[in-house]
């Protein structure tokens, strides 16, 4: 049995037995297909599942997706949602309209050597909160790296795919990592600083192929529509950003009015701070 109240987006199965509970947004939506699980990408990276004749509820989320509230989101042990509910906002989002420079300067990173990238990760903090999430860990290491060093490092965003997802019950439709350059700025010269799920620098394909089940080959692309709009021709793709992205939506938004952050900005470090230190 299941209550249904499309009115605040919420609905209740009978068992919230080894559920997972998280506040977050609605990022985007992808409808399934001949009977396909509707998929949920949360702003936080979650997946959520909803089976093909929730149509009706499907609706309801569509427009909260329009709103941008924010809500409350409970999974069951197979990533189906069981309930989504609208809560108050926790944090103030910026209006990066109001804080765009005249000029923007191209972002030039660092270049530096493999003993200097193997400090820079063990510098990295290890007091992050079990349940933080990727972007806000990675939003802090460099800052922090920047803040204590001057170092302008990149962020490297691993994207999985609709395809992957369903193959694999994925729970997650992104992840990031801080990423320097070491020796060089080609991509044989790029390597991950992941502090959380490795033990020191690591090239790209060694790194994806932690999160791969498939150890697919994940290429390096630069516009969030090549990520976007082919989900079903790969399993994964690499986008990679300077340090002051944040989120998903820098890419998408850069992409489509042609704004680059080029400066922290204080409110989201210290939405971050909050979330996972």
Not at 182 to 188: A, F, K, L, Y
Request: include cysteine; aromatic fraction near 18%; glycine fraction near 4%.
């Amino acid at each position: 049995m299941k209550y249904l109240k499309i009115g605040c987006l919420f609905f209740l199965f009978c068992s919230y037995a080894f559920s997972e509970t998280f506040k977050t947004q609605i990022h985007s939506i992808e409808k399934g297909e001949r009977g396909e699980s509707h998929l949920i990408m949360f702003s936080d990276g979650h997946v959520g599942f909803i089976e093909s004749d929730g149509d009706l509820i499907l609706e309801a989320i569509k427009k909260n997706l329009e709103s941008e509230d924010t809500v409350e989101v409970i999974l069951d042990d197979r990533h189906q949602v069981l309930s989504i509910s609208v809560v108050s906002s926790v944090f103030e989002e910026i209006n990066i309209t109001k804080n765009m420079p005249e000029e923007l300067m191209s972002y030039e990173p660092s270049i530096i050597d493999s003993s200097r990238a193997y400090q820079v990760f063990r510098s990295m903090r290890r007091d992050y909160q079990n349940f933080s999430q990727c972007y806000n860990r990675a939003h802090i290491w460099t800052y922090e790296a920047f803040t204590s060093s001057a170092l302008k490092s990149n962020k490297l965003f691993l994207f999985f795919t609709s395809r992957y997802i369903r193959k694999f019950n994925y729970k997650w439709w992104f992840h990031v990592t801080p990423m320097v350059y070491v020796g060089g700025t080609d991509q044989s010269f790029w390597r991950t600083l992941d502090r959380r799920y490795t033990s020191g620098p690591l090239t790209l394909r060694t790194w994806t192929n932690i999160f791969m089940l498939n150890n697919a080959y994940c290429p390096v692309v630069y516009n969030w529509s090549d990520y976007r709009y082919h989900q079903q021709e790969r399993d994964c793709y690499l986008i990679p950003t300077s340090m002051y992205f944040w989120q998903p939506r820098d890419i998408s938004y850069k992409e489509r009015t042609g704004y680059e952050k080029s400066k922290y900005y204080m409110s989201e470090v210290n939405h971050a701070y909050w979330e996972a230190f």
